[in-house]
């Protein structure tokens, strides 16, 4: 069992305890960055999806992990990100200049309408995010000028400095870049939890009252949570519209907010982490199923790829069975098995018991 | 000039009058405490102080500055800090995250420099880690630091609720039912720190308690309440023996 | 004029089925303020059980057993529902009841599919296409029925969480469930019976549904207009979430008819947010201020 001697107050303040943390985390990026090396096309091209989805968790694990704002409707984001980035790319903006301004625009827009919206609390709160949905959606199509309506938009080729960056020509030049802008945002995200902005977005998580009676304007704050929220998704959106190439407002569902919930909530509400780790479930869950479904097919003869809306009805058990054995999600499970190979053979059973909460009810502000 | 000038203050919620004109003053450096059966509306003049509630009339004055407009994120500012009765924590964050939490009020980067986190943010962050480590050292909290709050025990849970209002870095701490729920050692610990915490730290304490012996210890002047009108204000020699206190809380003797 | 009146009429039938699946989905936040995200679903599941049942080409019993039969199958269904899955989550938050019955309504969904298949089918009534006559309007017999029965059931459903044991237990449960423990409500088998009596009134939904149109394994998506109607009315009031459903009902049509392009379609989210903006807790808010 590590013990970790701590002399200055900068080792709390860090974003490593100690060296060997540090090293793990050198060595993941060294892995990530020689994936190219390692891996064929799909498989690479599977890695990017998996990055952007983890890019997208975490806008929304800023607003549901970390400030308690339950959103059914993040696609919304991802939309406008998309097509804003597109829309400027296609009308002659370079992308280092619509990226960011993809992203900003779905940032302010997220804050807009956060700003009514965090009068309201709970599950108020998800429906109205719904309701937005869909209506940026039917604008969506309505915008037709802009987004190309129903027949859809292209997102352009990326070139930076004479260099191609194509989804298809240069693929890995094409994961390096949408690596090299995921570990951005991951370091800017871990730095925002460790500094008193992100303190402030657990405080309004927790005790809404004693927040206030801390200083802590809770309405500025849930309405700078969900901008940025909504800010960090429009930039996973419009990678994604790179990525897919041609695409149209069907690519953001409500399926796609939903997967996006679950993503941040099976991989572990509240951690950094439990964005990438449910965006690899996600991403990898239809190819696992394949799998399966052909091995089944081989070995047994029965072939169940006749039967339509099996990959989701699989995907849906495997969702009830988190929920109710490990609502910790994957992170939280992570975390139990290291605890227990760093204590054996001392682990206690209850080491990790849930603390149940009875219900009160929520009318009651 | 009082630190805390309290005027007419009341709030009348649809027809009950949970406070009804109640007017007290508190001097700086001074242990006032509030007494009085259950719904007396005790709380209920700490919520309006902190401005949680919205007075129906009266003025709440403090350090000579107006504060009955001011919305309850405001108050903290002023140098106001509060404790709860039921203990409003951070369950899902360590002790040392809460109190931190209390340095709110005295940061001041801005949430870009946040999220870069330049080398401004990290001087400040040291500097609350020392001013909260005071607190920890004062309310010997140092093995509870990196422990969750949703694990700890009741008592000192309570404490930690004391020391993140004494990280705001007060002036005035209104401290609601401190000894509630705690043992007889306990409550003890909770007299010293008042003590301490008006002679080392100059602070002015303002407290809601059932506590008869608590308030006897610490207090310096006593209003007793019922049904939110005033009863009696003194000392708390006076206030205990005066005949509408002990009525309101042992009725009166059969006709 | 009445042509606006006729919009009208229709949309009230529409109002009501919405306003239903919208009670379904108050009942048990009302009991145990939870959210059952499949509300939908399981009005499209009770619909097709009816179907299998009272349709000659499947069971063949006759309406008026069929529907009965659905209604009771479906109670199960939601009671075991609450039994077997729900019940797993007890002391968890409010979140992961969100996140199973998403999960829920795939799998019903699935399940609809696998027994029925996807084409639309259509439910026999021994009422389809009777249609009456007033002043000018057409009013179907099956629009009756659907308003008759929704004023029935919320009156019902109302009278029973304000009057009976249950109701007044269910609704102590989910203000403070360790207090409802200890003054003896048993706080699990009330949850279990809300599902059930919710699985129940979206089956009656499903009827009426059908009774106006095709259905296919997909229908339950208008689970998220009844959200908004539920939304609306005020999360926790019977009455308000009926009213939803009704200004829902009302409006897209009204909407589709004289607004330009697609704001018909967004028409009930827009009430919801011009609703949620200017009262947080829906039209009969039930949110107060805690002591604290």
Not at chain 3, 18 to 28: N, S
Not at chain 3, 70 to 96: C, D, K, N, S, Y
Not at chain 3, 144 to 165: D, E, H, N, S
Not at chain 3, 220 to 248: C, D, E, N, Q, T
Request: neutral net charge; hydrophobic residues 50%; aromatic residues 10%.
């Amino acid at each position: 069992m590590r013990v970790v001697f701590k002399t200055s107050y900068d080792s709390d303040i860090d974003l490593h305890e100690h060296g060997a943390d540090r090293l793990r985390t050198a060595l993941l990026l060294g892995l990530m960055a020689v994936l190219p090396f390692l891996v064929g096309d799909y498989y690479l091209a599977e890695a990017t999806n998996t990055l952007i989805w983890a890019l997208a968790g975490m806008g929304l694990m800023i607003a549901v992990g970390h400030t308690g704002q339950v959103s059914l409707g993040h696609a919304a984001f991802l939309a406008i990100g998309a097509y804003t980035d597109a829309a400027l790319m296609n009308a002659g903006l370079p992308f280092y200049l619509a990226l960011p301004a993809a992203g900003l625009a779905a940032g302010l827009f997220g804050a807009l309408i956060a700003i009514p919206a965090v009068r309201m609390s709970g599950i108020y709160l998800a429906i109205a995010t719904l309701a937005v949905f869909v209506i940026v959606e039917e604008l969506v199509i309505m915008l037709e000028p802009i987004t190309g309506g129903v027949g859809g938009i292209m997102a352009p080729s990326i070139t930076l400095f004479g260099v191609s960056f194509d989804r298809y020509a240069a693929l890995t030049n094409f994961y390096w870049l949408v690596l090299g802008i995921v570990a951005l945002v991951t370091w800017g995200y871990a730095n925002l939890m460790r500094s008193p902005t992100g303190r402030s977005f657990l405080a309004v998580r927790d005790s809404e009252v004693s927040a206030r009676a801390l200083g802590i304007n809770v309405t500025r704050t849930r309405a700078l949570a969900f901008g940025l929220s909504s800010g960090v998704t429009g930039l996973a959106g419009a990678l994604m519209g790179h990525f897919i190439g041609f695409f149209n407002y069907e690519l953001f569902s409500v399926i796609i907010s939903i997967n996006l919930l679950l993503v941040v909530t099976i991989g572990g509400l509240g951690s950094i982490q439990g964005a990438f780790l449910g965006a690899i479930l996600i991403t990898g869950m239809p190819q696992l199923i394949a799998i399966l479904r052909d091995g089944v097919n081989a070995n047994f003869g029965i072939d169940l790829g006749g039967i339509p809306g099996l990959d989701t009805m699989v995907f849906s058990m495997i969702l009830i069975g988190f929920i109710i054995f490990e609502p910790a999600g994957l992170y939280g499970r992570w975390r139990k098995i290291r605890v227990w190979l760093e204590t054996f053979p001392l682990a206690r059973r209850d080491m990790f018991r849930r603390h149940k909460t009875y219900l009160k009810t929520e009318r009651m502000k | 000039m009082s630190l805390l000038e309290v005027n007419d203050l009341a709030v009348h919620f649809g027809g009950v009058k949970a406070v009804d004109g109640v007017s007290f003053s508190v001097e700086s450096g001074e242990v006032f405490a509030i007494i009085g059966p259950n719904g007396a509306g005790k709380s209920t003049i700490f919520n309006l102080i902190s401005r949680i509630y919205e007075p129906t009339r009266g003025s709440i004055r403090f350090d000579g500055r107006d504060i009955t407009g001011l919305k309850a994120h405001d108050i903290a500012k002023l140098g106001i800090a509060r404790t709860f009765q039921n203990i409003e924590l951070f369950d899902h964050s360590t002790v040392l995250d809460n109190l931190l939490m209390g340095r709110h009020t005295h940061r001041s980067t801005s949430f870009v420099e946040d999220i870069l986190f330049l080398p401004k943010v990290r001087r400040e962050e040291r500097d609350h880690r020392r001013h909260v480590e005071e607190v920890i050292e004062f309310l010997e909290l140092e093995a509870y630091r990196n422990k969750m709050i949703a694990g700890l025990p009741y008592g000192v849970r309570k404490v930690v609720e004391i020391g993140r209002a004494l990280s705001i870095g007060p002036k005035l701490i209104l401290l609601d039912e401190p000894a509630s729920g705690l043992s007889v050692e306990e409550t003890r610990e909770v007299a010293f720190w008042i003590e301490d915490m008006r002679r080392d730290m100059g602070l002015t304490v303002l407290m809601v308690e059932h506590d008869m012996s608590l308030v006897n210890q610490v207090s310096d002047r006593v209003l007793a309440v019922a049904n939110g009108r005033p009863l009696a204000l003194g000392s708390p020699a006076d206030v205990q023996a005066h005949p509408d206190v002990k009525a309101a809380y042992l009725g009166t003797e059969a006709a | 004029m009445t042509e606006l009146l006729q919009l009208v009429i229709g949309g009230l039938a529409n109002g009501c089925i919405y306003g239903l699946v919208a009670l379904g989905f108050v009942l048990i936040y009302k009991a145990s303020e939870g959210v059952n995200f499949a509300q939908g679903d399981m009005m499209m599941l009770g619909a097709f059980i009816a179907l299998g049942l009272g349709n000659s080409e499947q069971l063949g019993l006759p309406f008026a057993i069929a529907v009965p039969l659905a209604v009771v199958i479906m109670f199960g269904v939601g009671w075991g529902v609450e039994r077997v899955i729900v019940r797993q989550l007890f002391g968890q938050p409010q979140f992961a009841l969100v996140i199973l019955t998403i999960a829920l309504g795939f799998v019903f969904r699935f399940v609809a599919g696998s027994i029925w298949g996807y084409t639309p089918l259509v439910l026999e009534t021994p009422f389809a296409g009777m249609n009456m006559r007033a002043g000018g309007i057409v009013i179907s017999v099956a629009d009756l029925i659907a308003i008759g029965v929704t004023l029935v059931l919320t009156v019902a459903l109302w009278a029973f969480f304000a009057f009976t044991q249950i109701g007044l237990a269910a609704q102590a449960a989910s203000q403070n469930q360790m207090a409802a423990y200890i003054v003896g409500v048993p706080v699990m088998r009330v949850n279990s019976l809300i599902w059930g009596l919710s699985g129940a009134v979206a089956t009656v939904g499903g009827v009426l549904y059908a009774t106006r149109g095709a259905i296919d394994p997909n229908i339950g998506l208008l689970g998220i207009k009844a959200f908004a109607a539920a939304v609306i009315g005020g999360l926790g009031s019977l009455p308000g979430a009926l009213l939803g459903g009704l200004i829902i009902g009302i409006i897209e049509p009204v909407a589709g008819r004289y607004a330009p392009g697609e704001f018909a379609k967004m028409s009930p989210y827009i009430i919801m947010l011009l609703v949620l903006v200017t009262r947080p807790g829906g039209l009969f808010s039930q949110i107060q201020m805690k002591k604290v």
